[in-house]
């Protein structure tokens, strides 16, 4: 596992996302700690806990792929640096049964005659290939990305013989996005197959995944960073707990017990409503799940009795000036901060003027990069 990875599009020079991947992993983590020690140095952690990874290869349970080429020889993949079109169907990131589907669906896409979209000429219909894959089952979640309704008939042509060889996709959407422009999805999902949500579980928590749900890529360390925040929280015997961008729950169901009261805050709908249900499913009675901006949902609580610990878990760009301050103005006692960005985790603590860092750990959602993923402990000072 410490030795140094090896993977052809990186040695050939044909995709260079994992620009870390030369190094034995034990050296990345160490590289990683040392970088997170430095960003969060004015904040006097006083534990630091080991790091977290997980398996170097075939961690990943989503792939997002660009489709390239023609109607007759699609590729789903990249553009590499030098502008040539690269399939990445057999990326080592990606488990061997993820791996086998996408390239059979490069032959689907052949025999379907869909042609991919082209952005120099803004002709085309599949942009993109999104596959989701459930951990613990091994069912697929297939979406394809179109500039309008025209390739769908063809797709319903070809998906019987589709789901015969591959009996675990268990959903199939067709994403409308007519917009020209670099963006992944719109807002239109037109159901083709299966059931509306994919099940995972994680730690015996069930949680489900909708088309637009966001959901942690590497599952195994995923597990771990939930079982982390629990085990944080666990002898603190809250009584209330609010989770802001809790997404499909993972958070907010890993910590909740069965009399704590949950509140779990999502601006996406459709990951309110995976929550909800993964809390039905565990028979939690004391949990309610709302679609709200979460800034919006914190500066409207002022007045309200104030929780006994917070999660958050904010996009990339962190909780931003607003929310940090209304935080700590709010001043639960505990808050459990998980950060995919050390950079904006670092600025967001220089607004918890009222806090002390009583944990910090490291958890490799990105082995072979820079990103990884941080969970750290606040609590209220006294006095």
């Given at each position: ?74 590729i789903l993949g990249i553009v590499s640096p030098n502008g040539e079109p690269v399939s990445l169907v057999n990326c080592p990131l990606y488990p061997a049964s993820m791996q086998q589907l996408l390239q059979h669906l490069e032959s689907f896409i052949q025999r379907a005659g869909i042609p991919p979209y082209r952005v120099d000429k803004a002709k085309g219909e599949l942009k993109f290939i999104l596959l989701t894959q459930a951990h613990h089952s091994g069912e697929f979640m297939l979406r394809f990305v179109l500039r309008s309704e025209q390739a769908i008939a063809r797709i319903e042509r070809e998906l019987p013989a589709l789901l015969h ?219």
């Open positions: 596992m410490n030795k140094p990875q090896h993977c052809e599009f990186y040695q050939q020079g044909k995709c260079l996302s994992c620009q870390l991947i030369e190094l034995p992993l034990a050296e990345q983590l160490q590289r990683k700690q040392h970088a997170l020690q430095q960003l969060l140095a004015p904040y006097f952690v006083a534990e630091w806990e080991l790091p977290i990874s997980g398996p170097a290869f075939a961690f990943r349970n989503k792939a997002k792929m660009v489709a390239l080429g023609a109607a007759h020889q699609p060889e591959f009996p675990k996709i268990k959903l199939v959407t067709a994403n409308i996005q007519p917009v020209h422009m670099a963006r992944l999805e719109g807002e239109q999902e037109i159901w083709l197959f299966g059931e509306p949500r994919l099940r995972e579980v994680f730690n015996d928590i069930p949680l489900y995944i909708r088309p637009k749900s966001f959901f942690q890529t590497n599952p195994e360390v995923a597990e771990q960073l939930y079982a982390t925040a629990k085990r944080w929280l666990a002898p603190l015997q809250l009584n209330s707990l609010w989770d802001l961008f809790c997404g499909v729950g993972g958070f907010g169901l890993h910590c909740a017990a069965p009399d704590t009261h949950l509140t779990g805050i999502e601006i996406e709908p459709e990951a309110i409503a995976c929550a909800s249900l993964a809390a039905a499913e565990l028979g939690l009675q004391h949990i309610q799940f709302k679609a709200l901006d979460s800034t919006t949902f914190a500066d409207g609580q002022r007045q309200q009795q104030v929780p006994d610990a917070v999660i958050v878990n904010p996009p990339r760009r962190g909780l931003g000036t607003a929310l940090s301050r209304a935080l700590n103005e709010f001043s639960p006692a505990y808050i459990v901060y998980s950060s995919c960005n050390p950079k904006t985790l670092a600025e967001d603590l220089r607004h918890f003027d009222d806090y002390q860092c009583q944990r910090a750990q490291i958890f490799d959602m990105f082995p072979h990069t820079d990103h990884y993923e941080v969970l750290i402990l606040l609590q209220r000072k006294l006095g």
